[in-house]
C-alpha cells in the first residue's frame, strides 16, 4: 500500500431510542472501534450527535431540561471508556454531540451556550480540531404542523467556530489536511468550498437525517432524500478534490426512522464503500491521498481558475432575490 494511504472507517450506529443512555451508545461505540480496528482502519467516523437519540424531535418548553442530551465535558465519566478505547487501538476518531460551553457570547457576556459539536480526538486522547454546526435545519418554536419535531435551532446555536482544517499525522502518515462537516452542512456548497480553499484532504460528517420529509409541504420519495445526500457528498468531493467519511444514524428511533446509507467517496465523486443495513455497521476504504493532486492541479486548481470577482453576492445576500424583468424593445 502507498506510504500515503490512510484505512477510514464509517461507523453507522443504529438507533438510540429517547429510554437508552450514554452506558449504551458508548458500549456500541466501542465495539465499533474494536471492530473497525480489527479491520485495519486508523480513522474512525461516527455520527452527528452519536451519544443519545437525535433529541431535537422532542420539545421542551424550558431549555434548561434538555441539559441532559448535552456533555459538558469531555471526556466525562460516561465517555471515558470511548477515550480509553481510542487509546487502547490508537485511533484518530471523529466524535459528534451536543456541547454546553460556558463562554462569552459576541457582547462579551460569559453565559451558558448550545452547540451541535464535533471534535477529532487523537490517538493519544487529545482533541486536534473542533467544528460546531453552522448550517442548522428545522425550527425553534414548537410547529404543531409537523408530524415530527425538528428543534435545531431551538437547542442549538449557529456555530461559530467556521470551517476550520488542521494538519495531524494520522496511522502512518505524516500529515493529513483534516476538516469535519455536521449533517446539514453536507447540502452547502459555500461549506465544502471554504474546507477545499484549505487543502482539506479528509472530510468528516456525521448525520441524522429522516427517511422521510416532515415538514408536511409536499411529498418526496425516500430514494430521493438518500439520492440528495449522496449527490450533495459526491459533488463536495469532486469539486474540491477530498476524500470524504459520510456516516449516518439509521433505523427507526421511538417510531421515527432514519436513513442510513453512510457513505465513503473519493476526489473523483465516486462512492468506495457504504453502509447497506440500518444497524451498527462498519464500512472501510483505503484512502490514497495522492489522488486528492489530480482535482486540486488540473480542472479545481483555485490560484488559476476562481474568479472572486465574480463571487461577491456569495458573502453579501442571504436570500435570493428575483431578477430584473426583460421587456423587449
Ligand atoms: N440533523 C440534520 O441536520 N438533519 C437534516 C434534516 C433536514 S430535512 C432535509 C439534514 O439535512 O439531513
Not at 480496528?37 to 434538555?66: C, I, K, M, N, S
Not at 451558558?112 to 490517538?123: G, Q, W, Y
Not at 449557529?158 to 455536521?182: E, H, K, S
Not at 465513503?264 to 465516486?270: F, L
Amino acid at each position: 500500500m502507498s506510504s500515503n494511504t490512510i484505512t477510514v472507517a464509517a461507523a453507522q450506529m443504529g438507533p438510540l431510542q429517547k429510554s437508552e443512555g450514554r452506558d449504551v451508545a458508548v458500549a456500541r461505540m466501542v465495539r465499533l472501534l474494536e471492530q473497525a480496528h480489527h479491520r485495519g482502519a486508523q480513522v474512525v467516523v461516527f455520527p452527528e450527535l452519536a451519544l443519545t437519540t437525535f433529541f431535537p424531535r422532542w420539545y421542551h418548553e424550558d431549555l434548561d431540561e434538555a441539559d441532559g442530551w448535552y456533555e459538558h465535558e469531555l471526556p466525562s465519566p460516561a465517555t471515558q471508556p470511548l477515550f480509553d478505547a481510542i487509546r487502547r487501538l490508537g485511533l484518530t476518531v471523529y466524535l459528534g454531540y451536543a456541547e454546553i460551553a460556558h463562554e462569552a457570547d459576541e457582547t462579551g457576556v460569559v453565559r451558558k451556550r448550545r452547540f451541535n459539536t464535533s471534535v477529532v480526538i487523537a490517538p493519544n486522547g487529545q482533541i486536534v480540531l473542533k467544528y460546531r454546526k453552522v448550517h442548522l435545519p428545522g425550527h425553534k418554536e414548537y410547529a404543531p404542523n409537523r408530524t415530527v419535531q425538528h428543534l435545531e435551532k431551538r437547542y442549538f446555536e449557529v456555530g461559530n467556530l467556521g470551517f476550520p482544517v488542521t494538519r495531524a499525522p494520522v496511522g502512518d502518515v505524516a500529515g493529513v489536511n483534516l476538516g469535519m462537516l455536521i449533517c446539514n452542512d453536507r447540502r452547502w456548497p459555500e461549506a465544502w468550498r471554504v474546507l477545499g480553499l484549505q487543502q482539506v484532504e479528509l472530510v468528516m460528517l456525521g448525520y441524522n437525517t429522516p427517511s422521510l420529509n416532515m415538514e408536511n409541504r409536499g411529498f418526496e420519495a425516500h430514494h430521493l432524500r438518500v439520492f440528495h445526500s449522496e449527490l450533495s457528498i459526491q459533488a463536495g468531493c469532486y469539486q474540491n478534490a477530498t476524500f470524504a467519511v459520510a456516516v449516518a444514524k439509521a433505523g427507526s428511533e421511538d417510531g421515527h426512522e432514519l436513513q442510513g446509507h453512510s457513505i465513503i467517496v473519493n476526489p473523483q465523486g465516486e462512492v468506495m464503500a457504504r453502509t447497506t443495513r440500518w444497524v451498527d455497521e462498519l464500512a472501510v476504504a483505503d484512502c490514497n491521498l495522492d489522488m486528492c493532486a489530480l482535482g486540486r492541479n488540473t480542472v479545481f486548481n483555485f490560484a488559476a481558475h476562481r474568479r472572486v470577482e465574480a463571487y461577491g453576492r456569495l458573502t453579501a445576500q442571504t436570500g435570493s432575490v428575483a431578477p430584473s424583468v426583460w421587456t423587449p424593445a
